[in-house]
């Protein structure tokens, strides 16, 4: 199947730093990616959908100018958390599609920590 | 408003069959997709069903019936391995944005 690449896998930084967050689809154009939450537990919880070369489009409740996401190519997307604080330390995963499929391909996510 | 529904628990022993069942209500609907998530990894993808009836993969089969919004996943031959959470996710919009369900934990027992 097709392959998604997230980094950093864990990341660990103090309260009031950013992080970035880089999806990658490696062996397909991702037409669309998406950006998910994961508390543990819990379901997997949509932030964003992010189409290639347009803004993101953020479900209700996330906070844009905090939660940046950049899809500049068809094989990248970023998202950059910004001003971190403790009640953002959770489990991020991306996925991507391609314009053929419905499917989505998840990335093996990132589980950040804030300090 | 959207709304996908999954049993949060089921135990089943080694090597028997297990069914899980979920049902959706949402506002547009292009397929059902059924993913495996082990504890602190990503979910994997297991089935999908866009039209009616049941698809068949190895040990895994999914079933969907569109006009009673109604899906399952039918694990056969369970094996410890298969212990893990089962995510059921409708796809709802033109972008393939996925509505998913709370994850039905399965546990596995020798």
């Known amino acids: 199947g097709a392959v998604v690449s997230q980094h950093p896998s864990r990341v660990i930084c103090k309260s009031g730093t950013s992080v970035k967050i880089e999806c990658r689809s490696l062996d397909f154009q991702a037409t669309t990616m998406f950006w998910y939450r994961q508390f543990p537990k819990q379901s997997l919880m949509l932030m964003a959908t992010s189409n290639e070369g347009s803004k993101a489009t953020y479900e209700q409740g996330v906070e844009k100018d905090k939660f940046l996401i950049n899809h500049a190519s068809l094989t990248l997307s970023t998202l950059t958390v910004t001003s971190a604080h403790p009640e953002d330390s959770s489990f991020y995963i991306c996925s991507a599609r391609a314009a053929t499929s419905y499917e989505q391909y998840f990335g093996p996510g990132t589980r950040l920590t804030v300090t | 408003g959207q709304n996908i529904d999954q049993p949060t628990e089921m135990t089943a022993t080694e090597g028997a069959i297990v069914q899980i069942n979920c049902t959706y209500q949402?506002?547009?609907?292009?397929?059902l997709f059924w993913y495996q998530q082990h504890a602190g990894e990503a979910p994997t993808f297991l089935s999908y069903n866009v039209l009616d009836g049941l698809e068949e993969k190895g040990r895994f089969s999914s079933f969907l019936s569109r006009s009673k919004g109604y899906s399952y996943l039918l694990l056969k031959e369970l094996q410890m391995k298969d212990s893990a959470s089962y995510l059921c996710a409708a796809s709802t919009d033109s972008w393939g944005k996925f509505q998913f369900g709370a994850g039905t934990q399965v546990v596995v027992t020798p």
């Open positions: 949402t506002s547009g609907f292009n397929g």
